[in-house]
């Protein structure tokens, strides 16, 4: 605009509050004519605060509020340093824990299997969890200067730091180097063996975010990546992988990603279309669910057959079984046109996982008491 009227009347008898907005280019003006029935101080700043927010909106200086990302505990902290928290993605643990779930699995089936004492996998756990806090914020960073300008086209990433200029691409590679330098930390606290294997997924962290502009299948490179712990977890209790069990697991927390990752892309798949983003949601489109229940099948059988071939008991298969009804629930409950939903569906697939391990750790646990009895 480059004329903006703004008129304000209170009167002291009906209290109404009058303006007028008009614009030159237009030759447009809005009326609004409100009344007050109580005399209030505050309801008068209050409704005053509404006009200039609708005049702030009409001269483009305030966003939509769908564009506003919700108060979180990070905005209780230190300006300066709320768009690198951000960028990590760290007010949105489920991303943590779905990288995490997977090494859980590892550690605890390893330890099941040698029969290790129960500080070995509270020692990698833990460290596998400090890891997955690092290296998924790591991933979110990388992804995020990928696709700085696709971010802004779309409606729930156009807010993010890189996307909104928060920060530069420039300091998002000096944080970049901070998180690498503590994942790195984290990885050479296990033997040579794990080093190695750890540092080779990092080829599939850089080139993911790439592979959506050139596949459909963006999915299955993440579900290479955020399963590694799979094959990581093992060795690093063990000394070396045990390829037999490890593979299957392996494979099963693929068909998993996809399934999760599958319902997550169906949140942005207008704007994907818009953008050129390819994903399995857009792939599949109205065969998803007959698609993701034939996974979340393909992914609970495979990793019940590590099960088996690592001689799990009982308590195992529970777990399995209770992920089993959870990927079910959430595969034929959600609704795939709507954003709220798919996003609960993808917090939901979360628990699989959870459940997987519970009944891991059962099973280890009922082990070693009957090992110490």
């Known amino acids: 605009m480059t004329m903006l009227g703004l008129r304000l009347h209170l009167s002291h008898g009906a209290q109404a509050l009058r303006y007028r907005l008009s614009s030159t280019p237009s030759r447009r003006s809005l009326h609004i004519i409100r009344h007050y029935a109580r005399p209030h101080a505050q309801q008068t700043l209050t409704l005053g605060q509404g006009v200039l927010n609708l005049v702030a909106r009409r001269s483009g200086t305030l966003s939509n509020a769908s564009t506003v990302a919700p108060t979180t505990w990070v905005d209780r902290l230190p300006q300066p340093i709320r768009p690198y928290l951000y960028l990590t993605r760290i007010d949105k643990p489920i991303g943590t824990l779905l990288l995490f779930y997977p090494c859980t699995w590892s550690i605890t089936m390893a330890s099941y299997a040698l029969e290790a004492p129960w500080t070995t996998p509270l020692a990698y756990i833990s460290l596998f969890g400090l890891g997955a806090l690092v290296m998924r914020g790591a991933g979110c960073t990388i992804n995020d200067m990928w696709d700085r300008n ?221 090992a110490s009895g």
């Open 150 to 370: 696709l971010d802004k086209g779309v409606e729930r990433t156009k807010t993010r730091p890189l996307a909104a200029g928060h920060i530069t691409p420039t300091q998002a590679f000096a944080f970049l180097g901070l998180q690498l330098t503590a994942g790195l930390g984290v990885l050479t606290q296990l033997n040579w063996y794990s080093i190695l294997l750890g540092a080779s997924s990092l080829s599939l962290v850089t080139i993911y975010p790439f592979m959506k502009r050139v596949t459909h299948w963006p999915q299955a490179v993440l579900g290479l990546a955020f399963n590694w712990g799979a094959l990581l977890g093992w060795s690093a209790v063990a000394g070396v992988t045990d390829w037999s069990v490890c593979l299957p697991l392996y494979a099963g927390g693929i068909c998993w990603t996809l399934v999760y990752d599958t319902v997550y892309a169906h949140q942005d798949k207008t704007d994907d279309v818009k953008m050129g983003i390819r994903s399995t949601a857009l792939l599949f489109s109205d065969k998803t669910r007959p698609i993701l229940t034939a996974l979340s099948a393909s992914s609970m059988s495979l990793i019940t057959y590590a099960g088996y071939l690592n001689g799990q008991g009982a308590l195992f298969y529970g777990g399995v079984a209770l992920a089993s009804a959870q990927l079910a629930r959430v595969v034929f409950h959600t609704d795939f046109d709507d954003r709220p939903s798919c996003w609960k569906g993808f917090v939901g697939c979360g628990w699989s996982g959870f459940w997987i391990w519970m009944g891991g750790l059962a099973d280890y646990a009922v082990l070693i008491y009957s």
